[in-house]
């Protein structure tokens, strides 16, 4: 098992940055694929960006990929999502997971492990 803590939201303005950090309670460079989802009110829970174990490989939804970046410090036993160029549509808790396959996953079913969520909320 592996506990999962989010941190690093908040309220910012339309175009501002902001980082997310996930730190896991345990090693998860070869033993778990990471992801960050995230969910606005009223909405299901929606695919952000993961980031394989096995060999580092990313890949994020289409309406983030030009603006954020997941990355992992295996020394940390973290991952990061760095958001930038934000927009209002951004707002939502964003919720960080782990799943053991080898590639990561954008279906929310297939982590067994989640984080308890961070607020991000983007005023225009």
């Known amino acids: 098992q592996v506990q999962l803590v989010e941190s690093g939201g908040g309220l910012v303005q339309a175009g501002d940055s902001l980082r997310l950090s996930c730190a896991a309670s345990r090693r998860t460079s070869s033993t778990y694929s990471m992801a960050w989802f995230r969910q606005a009110p009223g909405k299901e829970r929606e695919f952000v960006s993961g980031i394989s174990r096995g060999d580092g490989s990313t890949y994020s939804a289409d309406s983030v990929k030009d603006r954020f970046t997941i990355a992992r410090d295996n020394a940390k036993n973290t991952v990061y999502l760095q958001m930038s160029s934000l927009k209002p549509e951004d707002t939502a808790v964003y919720y960080c997971?782990?799943?053991?396959?080898?590639?990561?996953?954008?279906?929310?079913?297939?982590?067994?492990?989640w984080g308890q969520g961070t607020q991000v909320t983007v005023s225009s």
């Open positions: 997971a782990a799943v053991s396959t080898y590639y990561s996953s954008s279906y929310p079913s297939d982590y067994a492990y």
